[in-house]
């Protein structure tokens, strides 16, 4: 099949390559002229374990283009993909749409024959609706359908997530969009990969309910932790021990300084705004996202509590800044909030992320950035281990302890057993534990 994919960013370019890789002719569109002349050259916008390969791969077998030309790209698809960004709004945490109102527009404008458009951007409840208005008034004689599909797609571990998914939720009642889609994801309905069929605005809520629950598991085992410290219990025991239960599960309790992302923090303030535009509170996510916020101010102020004294002037080496490993994104990261903490307090931060150093330039200029963990701890007073990378997961403790000038080891993400650290020197500090 033809498949146009508007927007090359995640969601976007992972997809399309991804589509491509099943067979499929997929043109992607962007209107960032340097993000496609990037792609074209063989350069990723964005960091995902071996996307530059499979988009390598698949451009060489000519079933992959990047165009900036959406008119050239839409005409004679059979469906179009509408991927692009739906950032929180200033000022009233609503989704930003203008970006998939005006693809929409320019959809329009651009079909030559009956087409099916495809939400693929996380949009809430009703945007389908009005997609599928703007088509129309655009273009009174054209042939559209509007369905919704939505991405559930983990920064890291997309490609895996695309090829082998949970359940793919599609949104329409029409039957030829139906056909379509089927045929669109006919790979891995081979697979046996669970394709749900619903109503366009259930598959909408369906994304939004999705990320609203996993960032509740995420903020209950966070105060989980919190109870532990204060009562003598160990968090990861109790993680254990609930998760084993098959009717909680084990992904997503881990404790740590609390979620970021480009999807969380987004979603669940769209999602608390759709519940009060409908006068339909959720309580939950709004105790989720009001506990979230604050605890990752919280975390900061463990680690200068590990420093112990007067925090100022002395110096702190953070290890991992992106808000997960295997990705360069820094969007709500929680060390953005624990080292402007850190500088609050006057404190000298010396910080190493494995790809993230370009991206947190942006939003972090005033920190040092070292080449590797050691540089980072080199006559730092406190380490602080932020992101969970691999490469955090194996350091020399004892080499580490005997070039910082202090021995405190914060572990945001419980990483390192107690014991292990303390033999190495380390005042340990963990989560919960």
Same mark, same amino acid.
């Given at each position: ?97 203008? &970006?998939? &109102? ?82 669109? &994801? ?182 040092? &950035? ?64």
């Amino acid at each position: 099949m033809r498949i146009t994919m508007i927007g090359s960013g995640y969601v976007g370019l992972v997809s399309g390559a991804c589509f491509a890789d099943f067979g499929h002719s997929v043109t992607c569109v962007d209107k960032a002229a340097e993000k496609i002349e990037s792609l074209l050259a063989g350069r990723m916008p964005i960091y995902e374990p071996g996307l530059d390969q499979l988009v390598a791969a698949n451009v060489a077998a000519g079933r992959l283009a990047f165009t900036t030309d959406l008119a050239a790209g839409v005409a004679g698809a059979d469906a179009v993909f509408i991927a692009v960004g739906t950032p929180s709004r200033r000022g009233d945490g609503h989704a930003d749409l203008s &970006y998939v &109102y005006a693809a929409a527009e320019e959809i329009a404008r651009a079909a030559t024959g009956p087409l099916v458009v495809v939400n693929k951007s996380t949009v809430p409840v009703g945007t389908g609706d009005r997609v599928e208005h703007i088509l129309r008034e655009t273009r009174p004689d054209g042939d559209f359908t509007v369905v919704s599909n939505p991405e559930f797609l983990r920064e890291g571990a997309a490609i895996g997530d695309f090829k082998r998914p949970d359940r793919i939720v599609l949104g329409t009642d029409d039957e030829r969009a139906k056909a379509v889609m089927r045929e669109v &994801y006919r790979p891995l309905y081979l697979g046996e990969s669970p394709i749900l069929f619903t109503g366009r605005r259930t598959a909408e809520l369906t994304k939004y309910a999705a990320n609203a629950f996993l960032a509740t598991k995420i903020t209950f085992i966070n105060e989980m932790a919190d109870l532990c410290e204060a009562v003598g219990a160990n968090v990861q025991d109790v993680a254990r021990g609930i998760g084993l239960d098959n009717r909680i599960g084990r992904k997503f309790l881990h404790a740590g300084p609390g979620y970021g992302g480009s999807c969380f923090p987004k979603d669940t303030l769209a999602l608390l705004k759709t519940a009060e535009d409908f006068e339909s509170p959720v309580r939950i996510v709004e105790a989720v996202v009001q506990v979230n916020d604050t605890r990752k101010r919280a975390m900061g102020r463990k680690v200068l509590a590990a420093l112990g004294g007067e925090p100022r002037g002395k110096t702190v080496a953070v290890l991992g800044l992106t808000f997960k490993p295997n990705t360069d994104d820094m969007r709500d990261a929680p060390s953005i909030a624990i080292v402007q903490s850190l500088i609050d307090a006057g404190v000298n931060v010396r910080a190493f992320d494995p790809e993230g150093e370009e991206t947190a330039k942006a939003v972090m200029p005033n920190i040092t &950035y070292c080449r590797d963990a050691y540089d980072a701890a080199e006559g730092a007073d406190a380490v602080a281990i932020v992101t969970e990378w691999d490469v955090f997961r194996a350091l020399d403790l004892k080499r580490l302890a005997t070039m910082m000038a202090g021995a405190a080891l914060v572990d945001l993400r419980n990483i390192y057993d107690r014991d292990e650290a303390e033999r190495a020197g380390f005042a340990y500090t963990a989560v919960g534990r």
